[in-house]
């Protein structure tokens, strides 16, 4: 499996204050993603990357924003934070064959009071 | 807009028995996936489906692939405990950069 890491694991802030999540693979995929999971939505996408410096938006990217500076990181910030956007956030990452399922991290719960 | 829906959402069946969870979707896609997930924990690749009538098999899951109709199916065979577990299908659109569009989840229970 691709050895893809995701810190913080847990982390509790406050409403306003800036957050910084960060996913890091090792397997030299060109894509990666970012999900969050809430009960009844499955997993939606935010934002993803396509390779160094190329990202686009998924289906609920307003409140974030992402950078990938390296192929093996991918950083997900939330500038302002708000109680919606408490959640369980995925970062995952596949290469180029369609053979590839894309591989997840182990997640990050934050919450925001 | 690519839509994905899984039914059912939850599934409680006995040990032993059979049963189906069905994945469909609203555009031409050439790429299905199944994972599985365990409470608290992430999601693990089962299956990899790329072309019309693509059949599976590990263990008691099986995984079809129906591109005209648009349907996925996920068979359950002789239910064991272990298998207890959330099942998501994701779909990805032709021509798509690798992006997936995820079921919400089907939440198996088999009951001893």
């Known amino acids: 499996d691709a050895g893809i890491t995701q810190s913080p694991r847990h982390k509790v802030t406050e409403t306003g204050t800036p957050v910084t999540l960060r996913c890091h693979q090792t397997e030299n995929h060109r894509y990666m993603y970012w999900y969050r999971q809430d009960p009844g939505h499955g997993l939606r996408l935010i934002h993803y990357s396509y390779g160094v410096k190329d990202t686009d938006k998924g289906e609920v990217s307003d409140g974030y924003s992402v950078s990938r500076s390296k192929t093996e990181d991918f950083l997900l910030t939330l500038e302002s934070a708000t109680s919606s956007q408490t959640s369980v956030y995925f970062c995952?990452?596949?290469?180029?064959?369609?053979?590839?399922?894309?591989?997840f991290g182990d997640g990050t719960r934050l919450s925001i009071l | 807009e690519l839509k994905v829906e899984q039914n059912p959402l939850f599934l409680s069946m006995q040990e032993g028995k059979n049963y189906t969870i069905y994945c469909n979707y609203s555009?031409?896609?050439?790429?299905l996936y199944w994972y599985r997930q365990d409470p608290g924990k992430s999601l693990e690749s089962l299956f990899v489906l790329l072309s019309n009538g693509a059949v599976k098999q590990e263990g008691r899951l099986m995984a079809s692939l129906d591109t005209k109709a648009r349907l996925s199916t996920l068979h359950i065979t002789a239910a064991v405990h272990d298998l207890s577990a959330t099942y998501f299908c994701a779909v990805g659109p032709s021509g798509s950069a690798r992006q997936l569009t995820f079921g919400s989840g089907t939440q198996l229970t088999v009951l001893p």
């Open positions: 995952a990452s596949t290469g180029d064959s369609s053979n590839q399922p894309q591989h």
């Open positions: 555009t031409t896609s050439d790429r």
